[in-house]
């Protein structure tokens, strides 16, 4: 293992925007996913996520573990509106138990990432307000409003504040130039969801309505590096 770079293992990596956070922190990130979007743009592995963490000559490649596991949520992430991009699988199962059990089992630093409501504890919640994220409609402000539950092993610092009162939201969720009266409003194409998120190799809205803000993984990111370098 290259410790200059610390191997990351992105379970549930989709297009990609998790692993570019993490890869901003920096790590040599590898993706796992069974159906990936688009052009991802580091090591990719298709298979199964369960199947992976079963595997521990595999994981002993790995300094650390990211998880966004699927989840059937019951609550109001049913949703999607109100989900901001939380989007849940109508014929999925709730991972997240079985994921942790057996990253626990592994040992090694790991992070499992949801959306608010999943079952899981919230040890760092992030929203796009705490880091900048908008764009400007002519001389409105528009921020990005999305909230993302991290749970780990490791410590993840004091928990940010985020300011709702920036002025009214964009989200990626849905569809595009969606605009709910007196509820939110999403972004009018893939370019101005790009700008939103700090994302500016997707060209798909389903891949782009799905994704972590880069600068979400990469602020855990840093916390994660922390706990590998102290190992």
Same mark, same amino acid.
């Given at each position: 293992?290259?410790?200059?770079?610390?191997?990351?293992?992105?379970?549930?990596?989709?297009?990609?925007?998790?692993?570019?956070?993490?890869?901003?922190?920096?790590?040599?990130?590898?993706?796992?996913?069974?159906?990936?979007?688009?052009?991802?743009?580091?090591?990719?592995?298709?298979?199964?996520?369960?199947?992976?963490?079963?595997?521990?000559?595999?994981?002993?490649?790995?300094?650390?573990?990211?998880?966004?596991?699927?989840?059937?949520?019951?609550?109001?992430?049913?949703?999607?509106?109100?989900?901001?991009?939380? +989007? @849940?699988? &109508?014929? %999925?199962?709730? #991972?997240?138990?079985?994921?942790?059990?057996?990253? =626990?089992?592994?040992?090694?630093?790991?992070?499992?990432?949801?959306?608010?409501?999943?079952?899981?504890?919230?040890?760092?919640?992030?929203?796009?307000?705490?880091?900048?994220?908008?764009?400007?409609?002519?001389?409105?402000?528009?921020?990005?409003?999305?909230?993302?539950?991290?749970?780990?092993?490791?410590?993840?610092?004091?928990?940010?504040?985020?300011?709702?009162?920036?002025?009214?939201?964009?989200?990626?969720?849905?569809?595009?130039?969606?605009?709910?009266?007196?509820?939110?409003?999403?972004?009018? +194409? @893939?370019? &101005?969801? %790009?700008?939103? #998120?700090?994302?500016?190799?997707?060209?798909?809205? =389903?891949?782009?309505?799905?994704?972590?803000?880069?600068?979400?993984?990469?602020?855990?990111?840093?916390?994660?590096?922390?706990?590998?370098?102290?190992?």
């Amino acid at each position: 293992m290259n410790t200059d770079r610390p191997r990351l293992l992105d379970l549930g990596c989709c297009a990609g925007a998790a692993s570019r956070g993490y890869a901003d922190a920096g790590f040599d990130v590898w993706g796992v996913d069974l159906t990936p979007r688009g052009a991802y743009p580091y090591t990719l592995v298709r298979a199964d996520m369960l199947d992976v963490l079963r595997d521990r000559a595999f994981l002993a490649l790995f300094a650390a573990i990211h998880a966004s596991p699927p989840c059937q949520a019951n609550t109001r992430l049913q949703h999607l509106r109100d989900a901001q991009g939380g +989007s @849940v699988k &109508e014929n %999925g199962h709730d #991972m997240i138990g079985p994921v942790r059990e057996l990253l =626990d089992a592994w040992g090694g630093p790991y992070v499992i990432e949801n959306v608010p409501g999943a079952d899981m504890r919230a040890d760092l919640t992030l929203c796009g307000t705490m880091f900048g994220l908008h764009v400007m409609r002519g001389d409105r402000y528009r921020p990005l409003k999305r909230h993302r539950l991290f749970e780990s092993n490791v410590g993840l610092g004091p928990q940010p504040g985020c300011d709702h009162a920036l002025g009214r939201p964009l989200g990626v969720y849905g569809t595009p130039a969606d605009d709910i009266p007196q509820g939110g409003q999403t972004c009018s +194409s @893939v370019r &101005e969801a %790009g700008e939103l #998120m700090g994302i500016d190799w997707m060209t798909r809205w =389903d891949d782009i309505k799905e994704a972590i803000p880069p600068a979400y993984t990469r602020h855990v990111g840093e916390r994660l590096m922390a706990a590998v370098r102290e190992r």
